[in-house]
């Protein structure tokens, strides 16, 4: 008698629930980060990074609002203040609308913002940025860090992922490390989530915050890309709304199948 397979669906909603593989897959299938990881009330620090203000908001503050709303401490790091959005505007003027948008988001969200320094349009990959923003990560002394899929047709978007890669390799994994997307099927492209969290519940207050972001155009970008996408990814997830991740593993881990 064949036995019941779960459905593909089930196991997926699975994954979306509370804070899903994020939260609590992660930490009982790897050893690094010490014990204190394991631990059920651990609070934890998650820094998220963005290579322009509203980019993690728009990308995972479903989710960054979850963590926060757990008790657990949020971060979000902008590599730069968004200074070239505008074209009309002055760089300096620019990037002080768009840190006041920032800062007002955090607030809904319970995110403190910082900003790594670079520019908007003209970001760095090199030796010195990739000293510098490993040595800003490790200061936050994080337990989970998310960036942008590096895989993205905006450069400053790639840049941001790989010095997230980057500090994680030079940190030997020090802590866990989750890609999100932003405007998928525009800008991220091949993304292919490993992880889903349910932000049904929470998806007005990430509205919220993403429409702190006066400058740039938020009710058309929200209608048009991430109103669609949050739906697409719950029903990948069998939900009403989800956020979607790519789980970055050690070795160890991705060289392993369930079952073998």
């Known amino acids: 008698m064949e036995k019941k397979k779960p459905a593909r669906r089930d196991f997926i909603k699975r994954s979306a629930m509370a804070l899903g593989g994020i939260a609590i897959a992660p930490m009982t299938g790897m050893a690094h980060k010490t014990a204190k ?9 998650i820094v998220c990074l963005g290579a322009h203000p509203g980019d993690p908001e728009f990308g995972c503050g479903g989710t960054m609002a979850k963590y926060s709303d757990a008790g657990h401490q949020v971060t ?17 003027a620019m990037a002080a609308a768009r840190t006041k948008e920032a800062e007002t988001a955090c607030k809904i969200l319970n995110a403190t913002p910082q900003f790594a320094g670079q520019i908007d349009g003209n970001t ?10 490993g040595k800003m990560l490790l200061a936050l002394n994080p337990d989970i860090v998310f960036a942008q899929w590096p895989v993205d047709g905006h450069p400053d978007h790639q840049v941001t992922g790989m010095l997230a890669l980057t500090a994680w390799v030079k940190s030997a994994r020090a802590f866990h490390l989750y890609f999100y997307e932003v405007n998928t099927g525009v800008e991220t492209m091949g993304f292919v989530p490993t992880d889903y969290v349910d932000i049904t519940a929470l998806r007005e207050r990430k509205k919220a915050a993403m429409f702190a972001h006066k400058t740039q155009d938020p009710i058309n970008t ?19 709304a989800a956020e979607a991740f790519i789980h970055f593993k050690t070795e160890q881990v991705r060289a392993t199948i369930v079952g073998l």
Request: hydrophobic share 30%.
């Open 124 to 133: 760095e990959l090199n030796k010195t940025q990739n000293e510098k923003i």
């Open 76 to 92: 979000f790091l902008y590599l730069t203040r968004g200074e070239a959005s505008d074209p009309k505007v002055t760089y300096e």
């Open 37 to 45: 990881s394991n631990a059920a009330d651990k609070k934890l620090h």
């Open 222 to 240: 929200y209608n048009d890309y991430f109103k669609p996408l949050e739906e697409f990814r719950g029903l990948e997830a069998g939900v009403k």
